[in-house]
């Protein structure tokens, strides 16, 4: 158990609609990461938020955005959900805001999105 | 732009060989290199990592080695076990600053009994 809580483990909804993914990041961690895993796209940094900043983007479409609150929690919120949007989400965590080598990040078990 | 290539896709090995997963990375800056296991319906799992200024890494029956130069970086398994079979990732990352990891595309690894 890598101390990291995402939920829901597995969410099925309908094209157009919107959904919202939570991530609870290990104690202590102060940066929340949000990644993508698709068959065919392996895992594709999404976001990062440090201490309730975003602190980088990487390819993360407009219809979705990311929050991360006072509590150090983090929301992931899908909208005009597509097919393609099909994939698991994991969200990590890490007590910095930087990688710095030998400081790794820790995932959660991920979130299941299927889009029907 | 950023990138790291990982070679094979699917591994297979009998109970007890060795198996060697490779990976190439695009960013010379990069300088921090770990390694990740994911099970079935788990998250990825790090298993081992390395930094620039180290050529290799062993921790029991897994090892990494690193040729800077090249922009290589290789898991090493030895003795391998069924409860080894999964997928492992490997990924780059620059230290000075930056904030993430740059992944490879995996590789499924079956250990056949």
């Known amino acids: 158990d890598s101390g990291v809580t995402q939920t829901p483990k597995h969410l099925i909804t309908a094209t157009g609609q919107r959904v919202t993914l939570r991530c609870s990041p290990r104690?202590?961690?102060?940066?929340v990461y949000w990644y993508q895993q698709s068959l065919d796209q392996g895992l594709q940094f999404l976001i990062q938020?440090?201490?309730?900043?975003?602190?980088a983007k990487g390819n993360i479409l407009e219809r979705f955005s990311a929050q991360q609150f006072p509590d150090l929690h983090s929301e992931l919120n899908l909208s005009s959900l597509e097919l393609g949007d099909s994939a698991l989400y994991f969200c990590?965590?890490?007590?910095?805001?930087?990688?710095?080598?030998?400081?790794?990040?820790?995932f959660g078990e991920g979130s299941w999105l299927t889009v029907v | 732009g950023e990138n790291v290539e990982q070679h094979p896709s699917t591994l297979s090995v009998q109970e007890g060989d060795s198996a060697v997963i490779k990976c190439t990375y695009s960013?010379?800056?990069?300088?921090?290199f770990p390694w990740y296991k994911q099970e079935l319906g788990k998250g990825p799992q790090l298993i081992i990592d390395?930094?620039?200024?180290?050529g290799e890494k062993k921790d029991q029956r897994i090892a990494v080695t690193l040729n800077k130069t090249a922009k290589h970086f290789s898991l090493h398994i030895t003795e391998t076990q069924p409860e080894d079979s999964a997928v492992y990732f490997c990924?780059?990352?620059?230290?000075?600053?930056?904030?993430?990891?740059?992944f490879g595309t995996g590789t499924r690894l079956k250990v056949l009994a």
């Open positions: 990590a965590s890490s007590p910095e805001g930087y990688i710095f080598a030998g400081n790794t990040i820790y």
């Open positions: 104690s202590g961690d102060l940066s």
């Open positions: 938020y440090y201490n309730g900043e975003e602190r």
């Open positions: 960013d010379s800056a990069s300088n921090y």
């Open positions: 390395i930094r620039s200024n180290v």
């Open positions: 990924a780059a990352s620059k230290g000075s600053g930056t904030y993430k990891y740059i």
